[in-house]
Structure formats: C-alpha cells, structure tokens
C-alpha cells in the first residue's frame, strides 16, 4: 500500500506579513448547509452583549473535517 503523503500534492504557501492582518477573536460562529461549513470569527465591543464579526472562512465539509483533525493534533502536540 502506498503511503499516504506519496498521493497528497505539495502546496507552497506565501505570506507578507506587512500585508496580513492578524485578527484576534472572542468569539465564533459556525454555519453550515449541505455543502459549505462557515466559519464567523468576532471581537468584542464594548457594549457587553454585541460582538462585530471581522473574518469570514467557508470551506467544504471535507476540508472543515480535515481542518478540525488538524486543528486537534497541533493542539495536542502543544498543550502542557
């Protein structure tokens, strides 16, 4: 059986980091319908009860399934 890194294709990823914002968020949202898993990451105001959304992420649910596996497996190797 072949591994499984062998049929996986490699991506390259760039970043300018004077052009990517990072986004701190309090809170979340997750929708879904059949097809798209969306993600809505909020920060709080400063009225107690109200969060403004500032990043949006939609994705397949096989990517959101594979995001979540991933998400997992760097927190565990993380965590103390």
């Given amino acids: ?3 499984k890194q062998e049929n996986q294709k490699q991506i390259n990823f760039s970043m300018d980091p004077n052009k990517t ?3 701190y968020a309090d809170g979340y949202l997750i929708g879904s319908n059949q097809h798209v898993v969306t993600f809505n990451f909020a920060q709080a105001l400063p009225e107690p009860s109200q969060q403004n959304i500032v990043a949006r ?8 399934k594979e995001f979540l596996s991933n998400l997992k497996d760097h927190i565990d190797k993380f965590e103390v």
């Fill in 57 to 64: 992420v939609a994705m397949t649910k096989d990517q959101a």
């Fill in 21 to 23: 914002k990072v986004l």
């Fill in 1 to 3: 059986m072949a591994d």
